[in-house]
């Protein structure tokens, strides 16, 4: 979603927001801008329409800006199309208020309306002028006090914001508001600074923290000072960034895509590795018993996108391996169907980011209905992360390219430990069970790694589906879940249609869809599905398809009349998601390469989802 940075310090503040607001472009936008206070107590702002390069051009690299306090934005357009008239930072009609918004004010109209009852006027179709104008009027009423002026629009609005706000006069201050957006405050040797992500202060900041929900904080060139919503003073402790800046960093890889998929072996290492107490899986870290996971009637997966595809691979092996029942549930839907939870039930919550709007929300309805919930997330101390009762974090790294390749491959590493200490703790597991299955998790690294070096073999598969319309994937069970992710994959890299199918589904309507030269590819790692899957790949080869299987096995009859075969290492069945995900996720890259696409940022598409 929009990008938000901002600093108060000794340095000039344009370059450092225009860096900072480079760090957050994997997030997607559509437009740019910063504003910076002047010597003469004035505010400079610049806008610019489409990429970060452009406002960089327009500023000369934030050189005509000068001014050592200011704040920066990169909008995702939610209200009103991507202008110059759109983009943040936004004035409030008297120019007493200049700030930048990401989240969402639900009731804008409502407010708008009262504002325009007081002869304010507006020049934007944004909610974002909306809450400029708004805290204006609230500080005027507050005798020009930011806090109290901040505190009454808390009162008012609806909705989600993370806000950083310049107030007229008070040059060498920044004030930063939030509920139920990311917000992460730093504080370094030059200074203070404000981000939506971490990424964006590594730089310059050696400590921060993340501002609590509906808390206000103050940022000066001294420090900074911590309030409540009720306006009292409050310490947070700040944390060391832990962070290694260079993983930010392209390095030799053309792509932060490329250079991602390279990165999975490592990080689904390291969150096994994480996960281990003298060679057994053990949850003791995360504070969760064998007796409250022996007492669970059922479990429910929740989450968005890709890890939501995660939860989908995952569901088939907890269900397998625990014997309890799963539910995968798209979080977006998860609240307003009114789940029927209950004490004896856990709800995992699944997010890269932690601070996906559908899932934090998911996470609180469970919590509310009196369900335990437990997250697998990549970002301590991120709003999911904080609120979740139990949580297991995924080891991924920071991941700059908008469509997730080892964050998803960290996911299934993580749901995998959780699933064999459920069965364990249900007495589902001997202890040879267990020690095999641990073995097949520890050897996933190093096949992950020989699935990397199948990227030549894919030339052709990738060259056939470069300028096809339609692109389907084909798998049963576990294989299926897979084709979901490759389908989203090549859906966001390429803008090709794509869709997986449950192969027995195929016959019920969508073979109309197979005709002459369609790209259709098989994923086969289940045994005991493989001759359905036969039969299935062989209707689509009878119509005209151009059919391609991605196989695990020892059974070469599989590869008999296909257009091509890409061969995987053998792992445990119930893991496979693992490996048949690497070659489709390069697929993907190089589909969007061929087509002189924008890899690591896709259009109209955001890495962090943070509003509804």
Same mark, same amino acid.
């Given at each position: 979603m929009c990008g938000i940075v901002g600093y108060v310090g000794r340095k000039q503040a344009g370059p450092l927001l225009l860096d900072g607001l480079s760090r957050l472009e994997y997030r997607g936008y559509d437009s740019a801008g910063i504003a910076v206070f002047r010597e003469d107590g004035g505010i400079s702002i610049s806008k610019a329409v489409g990429k970060l390069s452009n406002l960089i051009k327009k500023t000369e690299g934030g050189a005509l800006l000068p001014g050592r306090c200011g704040i920066g934005h990169t909008r995702w357009a939610t209200h009103g199309a991507p202008s110059e008239q759109n983009a943040h930072p936004h004035v409030s009609m008297h120019g007493g208020v200049t700030l930048v918004h990401n989240g969402i004010i639900e009731n804008d109209r409502e407010l708008r309306e009262e504002l325009l009852g007081e002869g304010f006027r507006f020049y934007s179709e944004t909610d974002t002028e909306v809450a400029a104008n708004y805290i204006e009027y609230c500080f005027d009423r507050a005798e020009g006090d930011p806090k109290q002026a901040i505190r009454r629009f808390m009162e008012r609005a609806r909705g989600s914001y993370a806000l950083a706000i310049?107030?007229?006069? &008070?040059?060498?201050? $920044?004030?930063?508001? &939030?509920?139920?957006?990311? =917000?992460?405050?730093?504080?370094? +040797?030059?200074?203070?600074?404000?981000?939506?992500?971490?990424?964006?202060i590594l730089k310059y900041s050696d400590s921060a923290c993340y501002i609590?929900?509906?808390?206000?904080?103050?940022?000066?060139?001294?420090? #900074?000072?911590?309030?409540?919503?009720? /306006?009292?003073?409050?310490?947070?402790? =700040?944390?060391?960034?832990?962070?290694? /800046?260079?993983?930010?960093?392209?390095?030799?890889?053309? !792509?932060?895509?490329?250079?991602? #998929? !390279?990165?999975?072996?490592?990080?689904?290492?390291?969150?096994?590795?994480?996960?281990?107490?003298?060679? &057994?899986?053990?949850?003791?870290?995360?504070?969760?018993?064998?007796?409250?996971?022996?007492?669970?009637?059922?479990?429910?997966?929740?989450?968005?996108?890709?890890?939501?595809?995660? @939860?989908?691979?995952?569901?088939?092996? #907890?269900?397998?391996?625990?014997?309890?029942?799963?539910?995968?549930?798209?979080?977006? *839907?998860?609240?307003?169907?009114?789940?029927?939870?209950?004490?004896e039930d856990l709800v995992i919550l699944i997010s890269q980011s932690g601070e996906t709007a559908d899932t934090l929300a998911a996470l609180r309805e469970a919590k509310l209905r009196g369900a335990s919930t437990l997250a697998i997330v990549?970002?301590?101390?991120?709003? $999911?992360?904080? *609120?979740?009762?139990?949580?297991?974090?995924?080891?991924?790294?920071?991941?700059?390219?908008?469509?997730?390749?080892?964050?998803?491959?960290?996911?299934?590493?993580?749901?995998?430990?959780?699933?064999?200490?459920?069965? &364990?703790?249900?007495?589902?597991?001997?202890?040879? +069970?267990?020690?095999?299955?641990?073995?097949?998790?520890?050897?996933?690294?190093?096949?992950?790694?020989?699935?990397?070096?199948?990227?030549?073999?894919l030339s052709g598969i990738a060259e056939r589906c470069r300028d096809a319309r339609d692109v389907f994937f084909l798998?049963?069970? $576990?294989?299926?879940?897979? @084709?979901?992710?490759?389908?989203?994959?090549?859906?966001?890299?390429?803008?090709?249609?794509?869709?997986?199918?449950?192969?027995?589904?195929?016959? !019920?309507?969508?073979?109309?869809?197979?005709?002459?030269?369609?790209?259709?590819? /098989? $994923?086969?790692?289940?045994?005991?599905?493989?001759?359905?899957?036969?039969?299935?790949m062989a209707e689509v080869k009878s119509r005209g398809g151009c059919l391609y299987a991605l196989f695990m096995g020892k059974d070469r009859e599989l590869l008999s009349g296909t257009d091509g075969s890409i061969l995987l290492p053998e792992t445990e069945p119930l893991f496979s998601a693992s490996l048949s995900v690497i070659p489709l996720q390069l697929l993907a890259y190089r589909v969007s390469v061929l087509r002189g696409l924008d890899v690591d940022r896709p259009r109209n598409l955001a890495k962090s989802v943070t509003v509804e």
């Amino acid at each position: 979603m929009c990008g938000i940075v901002g600093y108060v310090g000794r340095k000039q503040a344009g370059p450092l927001l225009l860096d900072g607001l480079s760090r957050l472009e994997y997030r997607g936008y559509d437009s740019a801008g910063i504003a910076v206070f002047r010597e003469d107590g004035g505010i400079s702002i610049s806008k610019a329409v489409g990429k970060l390069s452009n406002l960089i051009k327009k500023t000369e690299g934030g050189a005509l800006l000068p001014g050592r306090c200011g704040i920066g934005h990169t909008r995702w357009a939610t209200h009103g199309a991507p202008s110059e008239q759109n983009a943040h930072p936004h004035v409030s009609m008297h120019g007493g208020v200049t700030l930048v918004h990401n989240g969402i004010i639900e009731n804008d109209r409502e407010l708008r309306e009262e504002l325009l009852g007081e002869g304010f006027r507006f020049y934007s179709e944004t909610d974002t002028e909306v809450a400029a104008n708004y805290i204006e009027y609230c500080f005027d009423r507050a005798e020009g006090d930011p806090k109290q002026a901040i505190r009454r629009f808390m009162e008012r609005a609806r909705g989600s914001y993370a806000l950083a706000i310049l107030f007229q006069g &008070r040059t060498d201050e $920044i004030w930063a508001v &939030r509920k139920d957006s990311p =917000m992460i405050i730093g504080r370094g +040797e030059d200074g203070c600074c404000l981000a939506s992500d971490v990424q964006a202060i590594l730089k310059y900041s050696d400590s921060a923290c993340y501002i609590g929900n509906r808390e206000i904080a103050r940022l000066t060139e001294r420090g #900074i000072s911590f309030f409540d919503e009720k /306006g009292r003073a409050i310490e947070k402790e =700040m944390g060391r960034i832990e962070m290694d /800046g260079r993983a930010a960093e392209k390095g030799i890889y053309p !792509h932060f895509m490329l250079k991602e #998929i !390279h990165e999975q072996p490592a990080a689904v290492e390291e969150t096994l590795r994480s996960m281990l107490r003298d060679g &057994r899986i053990s949850l003791s870290g995360i504070g969760i018993s064998d007796s409250a996971l022996q007492k669970l009637r059922s479990v429910w997966i929740v989450a968005c996108g890709s890890a939501f595809y995660a @939860g989908t691979a995952l569901q088939y092996g #907890i269900e397998a391996l625990a014997g309890i029942l799963v539910r995968t549930e798209l979080a977006s *839907e998860f609240r307003y169907r009114k789940p029927l939870l209950s004490p004896e039930d856990l709800v995992i919550l699944i997010s890269q980011s932690g601070e996906t709007a559908d899932t934090l929300a998911a996470l609180r309805e469970a919590k509310l209905r009196g369900a335990s919930t437990l997250a697998i997330v990549n970002v301590p101390g991120s709003s $999911i992360a904080r *609120e979740a009762d139990y949580v297991l974090y995924t080891l991924a790294g920071p991941e700059v390219s908008v469509a997730t390749t080892k964050a998803y491959s960290a996911q299934l590493m993580a749901g995998y430990i959780l699933c064999l200490a459920l069965a &364990r703790a249900r007495g589902r597991l001997t202890r040879a +069970e267990e020690e095999r299955l641990t073995g097949a998790l520890r050897e996933l690294p190093e096949k992950i790694s020989l699935c990397l070096s199948l990227s030549d073999s894919l030339s052709g598969i990738a060259e056939r589906c470069r300028d096809a319309r339609d692109v389907f994937f084909l798998g049963r069970g $576990i294989d299926y879940a897979a @084709g979901l992710e490759a389908a989203l994959k090549l859906k966001e890299l390429s803008y090709i249609h794509a869709e997986a199918y449950a192969a027995g589904e195929l016959k !019920h309507g969508a073979i109309s869809l197979i005709e002459e030269g369609v790209p259709v590819i /098989g $994923i086969l790692s289940q045994p005991e599905l493989f001759e359905k899957m036969r039969s299935n790949m062989a209707e689509v080869k009878s119509r005209g398809g151009c059919l391609y299987a991605l196989f695990m096995g020892k059974d070469r009859e599989l590869l008999s009349g296909t257009d091509g075969s890409i061969l995987l290492p053998e792992t445990e069945p119930l893991f496979s998601a693992s490996l048949s995900v690497i070659p489709l996720q390069l697929l993907a890259y190089r589909v969007s390469v061929l087509r002189g696409l924008d890899v690591d940022r896709p259009r109209n598409l955001a890495k962090s989802v943070t509003v509804e």
